[in-house]
Structure formats: structure tokens, C-alpha cells
């Protein structure tokens, strides 16, 4: 087993090569949910890069699994990287005769479950963490959902049984981005919030941090108190490295035009490490 | 119904460590309070979260688990539709859905505890398999092939407790995915799921003194339906006679018909299922299905009027 050694440098020039990946993706369809997915990046490229334990073959020992399923593009983009996925699956992305749609589908390497309506993968979740806890394997489970799931009774739900299953194993990362659809969630569900208390109150340790910030991920497991079940809530930036798809609802779903490309290039290219 | 259940996966599950038990809220008594006792890494009661317990059991089926999702039925299935359809079916994972309770069986507790359009619902996914036995004997084959062959989501519609057994010497034997002759006969062949069979034997001893002959089929797998073993009926009977504690939309009345319209049958078809309509009464089981047609007088009375 070996413990991944993280360069932070090294986890950022990643992070802006990724997000040039998924725009460049973006040109050719319409459908990318690229917003959803730059707020997530960091984390799932921590996960991936920094907590997921490695056996000697250097194949992954832990799991990760995307609940966030509309933001699997930061998954994809890493799986590709890793040549989990063959280069030919994203360059057939949402085509006829490709292999990817704009939600994972089990069954393709490295995706753990079909996901994509929302308060699926907290269950799932649990039912991986506890089988793995019965047959007494040492496999961490990493998940991340959107918070859109907490406003599913489903996700809280699972959220008690984890608790209840003592599931040290379970490490749940939320993109906490505060945009959805309809718009900012402080406003239009102002009652969403307080987060962390709510998390706490069903029975899981809970971290709150700067979701962009990958050293602050790591922390937050490194430091973990308890044996409970770990919630980090990741704050993040809707389409975080573009400024005009910053927190704007309007792009969670859509790509930008070859202007918006064109600018959007330019801009991460320009940010330094 | 459920005692058999419930020995069939304490015996299965002691020697099979992949097979676990999820409830959400149902008391577990009997070989189930064992199982619970001796295994209880592979029994979680999710409380009252159907939700939790289909996504979990997807969960443990994930990484080689065979789980049994165990309630009454109408939680069992229409709570947790979509973890059902995504979760289950979706990704085409060996887990049974034990729905307790079917129909009309609890027929004092109202309509939100009846179901009678289960298999209606769980036919239309791809993937779901259909499991309806009609008799402790028959639960017996159908819970040991859950737990040892089945590979992808199966509802198992079962009755409740204290039925009797129809299943004899002279029945076929079980099969998965083949309709079952339990007695034979010449004239009018009744197809019949679950443990409403009951009604075609009554029907059956009355006919008797008419002397007509009449043959009782359970179509215990209604999903893969038994298409071969339906044209074999159609070829040897003019008279058909559907009896269904469900809805006459999506169950046997219309696997029956369509089969038979694609098979140009020329015989007499006539379906005792329940309305398309919600009841509204209190009474025991009987008084339920009488409201909607289903009793051994009427459908007598019919058959005499219509042979």
C-alpha cells in the first residue's frame, strides 16, 4: 500500500489543465454541466491524487464514487488523465456511438454507479461501506455530492443509517457551491442553511472548508476527531476559473459559444500558481 | 407465506454469507428474529426509510451481496419507485424486493395499504423480474431461487401469513419463467397468480358438480412471462378464465389478452381482476374483491352463462 505524496503546484497546473479539457469538450456539444463540474475539480482531484490509497500494482484500494452525477465531467477529465479511460471515450462524449453521456453509467472503469437524479448516492453509498465493513476490508469510501442532494429527504435518510452503522469508512465531500437551477439557494431556500449543524445532528463529524483549496481537504481528513461518518463541506465557486461563469445559474447546464471559449482560455492560462 | 420466507433465508443465509436481510420497520419474528440474532452484520433495519433500504441493499449488491428487501408491499415497491428503476434495475442488480401483503390482503387498513397495481408498475422496468407464488410450497421454490440463481432485481409478491397449500403430487413442477399446471382438467382453463388461487378451487369443486372439467394454472413468474406455455393453453382450451388480485390494467388480464390477440385465439377469454378504481372498504378480504367482482358465486355464475 502507499500513501500518495500531494503537491499542491502540482494539484493547481492539474486543475487548469482539466478545466481546458472540459472546455475544449465543450465545443462540441451543448450539454456539459461545466459550471457544476469546475466547482467540484479540486476536490475530486484531491480525492483521486491525494487520499485514495494505491497497492503496489498502483491500482486504487479505495473507491470514490460520484454522486454529484451532472458534475462528472471532473471525473471524467481525471479518469482520462489517469488512463482509466481510454482518450477515444471523451472525444466521443454525448455521440451516438460514444460511451459517455453527460451522467455516468455503471459498468464503464472507475465509475462505481449510475448516477444523476439527485439523493441516490448517499444510499449506495452507505450499502458499499457497510458490505466492505462485513467482509472486513480496509476500503475507504470516498463520496461526493452536490449540495442539491441534502435537499433530498433520501440523502438524509442514509445519512442517519451511516451514523447508526458507525461507517468510519465513509468520507463524504460536498460541493457546497450555494447555485442551482433556480438560482442561489440562500435565497431561494433560505432555510437550507444552517448546514453544519444539521450534518452534526445526524450523527457525522463535520468540517467546513474552502473547497478550492486542496490542502484544506487534506486536513480535514487528516484531522478528523472521531469515528463517525466524515462530512467535509467543501464552500466552492460555481464555474470557479471563468469569471463569467461564476456563479451565474445560467451556465449550469450550457457550454459558452467559440467566443466565450476563446476568452475563457485566456483566462487560465493567465492564472499563476 | 412470510414463516417460509423467512426459514428458506435463515437456511440459505447460514451456509451463504452474500446473503443479507434489509427491512425498513417490519418486527422481525420467527427464523427472521434468528437470522437477525445470529448474522446481525448482515440485518440492517433502515426505520421507516424504503428509500435507505433499496439504496443500501444497491449498495451491498455492488460489491457481491444478495440482498432481500423485506415490507409491506405498497412501501416495499412505490416508495422508493426511482432507487428501484436507478439504483436496482438501472444497473441490473441481484436484489429481491419482498413485497408482504399483496392486493388486497390487507383489506381493513384502506387503501393506502393495498396494492393493486404492483406488478402493473414493476413489470414496465427493464431488468425486473416478477415472482408470485400462490402457496407456502410455492414460496419455497421461489425464495431458494432468489437466493441461489436469480442475477437480477426481482419483485417477490407473496401473501401474508396462514395460507393454505394447493400444491399437490399431481402439480408440475416449479420453474422459473413457466406457467405451472397444479390440477388438470378439459374444459376451461383458469390462469391465476398468488394466493387468490384459492378462488379457482372453489370454483373448480362447484363446476365439478356441473360436470365440467376445469384445469388451474399458477403463473407464478410474470416476468419473463411464459408465452410458449400460453400458446400450448390457447391451443387446448376455448374457455380461458383470468382470476388476479390486481388491477386489470398491466397484470395477467393483459398479458393473457395480448398474447392471445398476436396469436389470433379464437376461444373465449374472461378476466376477474380487480377495477380501475380505489376501494373503499373495510371489511375482510372477501368483501373487498366482491366489490369488485371477484367472488366464487359471480365468477360461477358467469362461467355457467357464458360456456
Do not use: M
Given at each position: 500500500m502507499t500513501d500518495n505524496k500531494f503537491s499542491i503546484i502540482d494539484g493547481k497546473k492539474r486543475c487548469i489543465k482539466y478545466r481546458k479539457r472540459i472546455l475544449d469538450i465543450s465545443q462540441k456539444v451543448s450539454a456539459i454541466h461545466a459550471a457544476g463540474a469546475f466547482s467540484a475539480l479540486e476536490m475530486v482531484d484531491t480525492i483521486y491524487h491525494g487520499l485514495m490509497r494505491k497497492n503496489l500494482k498502483n491500482k486504487f484500494i479505495d473507491t470514490f464514487l460520484m454522486s454529484k452525477g451532472h458534475g462528472c465531467m471532473s471525473q471524467y477529465v481525471i479518469l482520462e488523465s489517469l488512463g482509466i479511460f481510454p482518450k477515444k471515450y471523451l472525444d466521443t462524449y454525448c455521440t451516438k456511438n460514444g460511451k459517455l453521456g453527460s451522467h455516468p453509467d455503471y459498468g464503464l472503469p472507475g465509475i462505481e454507479a449510475s448516477t444523476g437524479?439527485?439523493?441516490?448516492g448517499m444510499g449506495l453509498a452507505v450499502g458499499i461501506a457497510h458490505a466492505d465493513v462485513v467482509e472486513k476490508k480496509d476500503i475507504k469510501l470516498f463520496l461526493m455530492i452536490s449540495?442539491?442532494?441534502?435537499?433530498?429527504g433520501s440523502t438524509w435518510e442514509s445519512m442517519m443509517m451511516a451514523a447508526n452503522l458507525e461507517l468510519t469508512n465513509l468520507i463524504c465531500f460536498v460541493d457546497h457551491n450555494g447555485s442551482q437551477s433556480f438560482g442561489i439557494t440562500k435565497e431561494t431556500h433560505p432555510k437550507f442553511y444552517p448546514l453544519k449543524e444539521k450534518i452534526v445532528s445526524f450523527g457525522w463529524e463535520c468540517a467546513e472548508i474552502n473547497g478550492h483549496n486542496s490542502e484544506e481537504s487534506l486536513d480535514a481528513v487528516k484531522n478528523r476527531k472521531t469515528k463517525k461518518p466524515l462530512m467535509i463541506i467543501g464552500n466552492t465557486?460555481?464555474?470557479?476559473?471563468?469569471s463569467f461563469m461564476e456563479n451565474k445559474p445560467i451556465w449550469h447546464y450550457r457550454s459558452p459559444n467559440p467566443k466565450e471559449y476563446k476568452v475563457a482560455l485566456k483566462e487560465l492560462e493567465k492564472i499563476k500558481n | 407465506m412470510r414463516n417460509k420466507l423467512a426459514d428458506i433465508i435463515y437456511k440459505t443465509g447460514s451456509k451463504d454469507k452474500k446473503i443479507c436481510v434489509l427491512v425498513a420497520d417490519i418486527s422481525p419474528a420467527g427464523s427472521m428474529s434468528k437470522f437477525r440474532e445470529k448474522y446481525p452484520d448482515r440485518f440492517i433495519n433502515t426505520g421507516v426509510a424504503e428509500q435507505s433500504m433499496i439504496g443500501i441493499a444497491a449498495g451491498m449488491a455492488l460489491r457481491g451481496f444478495r440482498p432481500f428487501c423485506y415490507t409491506i408491499a405498497t412501501f416495499a415497491l412505490y416508495r422508493p419507485f426511482e432507487m428501484i428503476r436507478v439504483d436496482l434495475c438501472y444497473q441490473n442488480l441481484p436484489v429481491t424486493i419482498v413485497g408482504m401483503g399483496t392486493g388486497t390482503v390487507y383489506s381493513s387498513l384502506g387503501g393506502t395499504h393495498l396494492t393493486q397495481e404492483d406488478v402493473s408498475i414493476a413489470r414496465s422496468i427493464p431488468n425486473m423480474k416478477i415472482i408470485a407464488p400462490c402457496d407456502p410450497k410455492e414460496m419455497e421454490d421461489a425464495v431458494k431461487y432468489c437466493c441461489n440463481k436469480s442475477k437480477s432485481p426481482t419483485y417477490l409478491r407473496i401473501g401474508k401469513a396462514g395460507e393454505k397449500t394447493f400444491?399437490?403430487?399431481l402439480s408440475e413442477k416449479w420453474s422459473f419463467g413457466k406457467i405451472r399446471k397444479i390440477v388438470t382438467g378439459k374444459d376451461i382453463c383458469i390462469l391465476t397468480f398468488g394466493p387468490i388461487i384459492k378462488k379457482a378451487f372453489e370454483i373448480r369443486d362447484q363446476l365439478k358438480k356441473k360436470k365440467i372439467s376445469v384445469e388451474i394454472n399458477s403463473c407464478?413468474?410474470?416476468?419473463?412471462?411464459?408465452l410458449e406455455g400460453l400458446k400450448k393453453r390457447f391451443k387446448k382450451f376455448k374457455f380461458i378464465i383470468i382470476i388476479e388480485d390486481h388491477s386489470e390494467i398491466g397484470g395477467l388480464n393483459n398479458i393473457v389478452k395480448t398474447a392471445a390477440y398476436e396469436n389470433f385465439y379464437k376461444g373465449k377469454i374472461i378476466n376477474f381482476s380487480l377495477k380501475d378504481e380505489f376501494i373503499h372498504c373495510y371489511g375482510d378480504q372477501d368483501d373487498l374483491l366482491n366489490k369488485h367482482g371477484i367472488s366464487t358465486n359471480k365468477i360461477f355464475k358467469k362461467i355457467l352463462a357464458n360456456i
Open positions: 437524479s439527485l439523493g441516490h449540495d442539491g442532494e441534502l435537499q433530498e465557486i460555481k464555474g470557479k476559473g471563468v | 400444491i399437490n403430487k407464478h413468474t410474470l416476468k419473463p412471462f411464459d
